[in-house]
Every structure is written in C-alpha cells, then in structure tokens.
C-alpha cells in the first residue's frame, strides 16, 4: 500500500509542478483529470469519468493512472486545485463528473450535451443488459435532447 502512495504522490507531484511551469510561462494551464483505470474502478464505471469530460470540457486534459488505494469507493478522480489534490470518488455517472468541471476545474458544460450523454451512457448499459426496448428508448430520448454531435443508434438482436 505504501508503495502506491508514492507513485500517487509522485505522479500527483510531477502534475503540480508542470502546473506551476505552465503559469510561470504565462500560458493558462490546462487542467488535468486523473482518473483510476484499475480493474475495481473500471468494474464500476470509470469509464464514464474518462469519457464524460472529452465529449463535455475538450479543453481539459483526462488520463487513466494507477490505484488510489480508495477502491471501495471508486471509481475515483483526482485534480489539482488551486495547488491542491483533490480527489473524488463515486464518480459513476456524467451528472457527477459535470459537476466536478463546473465547480472546480471552472468550465461551462453545455446542459444539454451533458443530458445526451447520460442518456447514451445508460442506453448502453441496458444494452448490454440485452434491454433493448429500454435502450432504444434511451437512445430515443437522447437525440431527442437535440445536442447536434451525435448520432441514430443501430440495434441489433
């Protein structure tokens, strides 16, 4: 376990200080989303925590990295902010992830791309669950959002 904690520091340190390196050159730094990619944390749904920022804050750089050490409570993130680690867990649906880039990396997330994309996320889930009725509902309900990047589902039995 202690090993973990100091890749984790390590890594978290190496982020601060590129951090620092990037304002000190006068550009505005880009914010960074660590995000656990371990099994625990994929099992649970990182993957919404990797990809719910892509498609919702471009601008903000998103990468997998090894265990927190939290796994009971993942899938967990981690940002620097305002010179301090922060962490999150739980980090399950795109509802949770918005949240995380309005109120502490500052971005704007276009309400409706955020509702599409939860939409898509558990349309996906209840296909996998072979659902297929309520996936297509879902997928259904997000074009109906209107986002315009997106595009009509196939479904096939």
Same mark, same amino acid.
């Given at each position: 376990?202690?090993?973990?904690?100091?890749s984790?520091i !390590?890594?978290?340190?190496?982020?601060?200080?590129?951090?620092?390196?990037?304002?000190?050159?006068?550009?505005?730094?880009r914010?960074t989303l660590w995000? %656990?990619?371990?099994?625990? %944390?994929r099992?649970?749904?990182?993957?919404?925590a990797? /990809?719910?920022?892509?498609?919702?804050a471009?601008?903000?750089?998103?990468?997998p990295?090894? %265990?927190?050490?939290?796994c009971? +409570?993942?899938?967990?993130? !981690?940002?620097?902010?305002?010179?301090a680690?922060?962490?999150?867990h739980?980090?399950?649906?795109? +509802?949770?992830?918005?949240?995380?880039? +309005?109120?502490?990396?500052?971005?704007?997330v276009?309400?409706?791309a955020?509702? %599409?994309?939860?939409?898509h996320f558990?349309?996906e889930?209840?296909?996998?669950r072979?659902?297929l +009725?309520?996936a297509a509902?879902?997928y259904?309900?997000?074009?109906a959002? /209107?986002?315009?990047?997106q595009?009509?589902p196939?479904?096939?039995?």
């Open positions: 376990m202690a090993r973990r904690t100091r984790t !390590a890594l978290l340190s190496a982020f601060t200080s590129s951090y620092a390196l990037d304002a000190t050159r006068g550009a505005a730094p914010p995000v %656990c990619g371990n099994r625990w %944390c099992e649970r749904g990182a993957a919404v990797l /990809g719910a920022p892509l498609a919702l471009p601008d903000v750089d998103v990468r990295r090894g %265990c927190f050490g939290r009971g +409570e993942g899938p967990n993130a !981690a940002a620097v902010v305002g010179g680690t922060v962490e999150w739980a980090v399950d649906s795109v +509802e949770k992830v918005r949240r995380i880039l +309005e109120k502490y990396l500052r971005k704007d276009d309400e409706s955020a509702q %599409c994309l939860e939409l558990l349309a889930a209840a296909a996998k072979k659902d +009725e309520l509902r879902l259904s309900d997000a074009l959002t /209107g986002h315009a990047p595009r009509g196939a479904l096939a039995e």
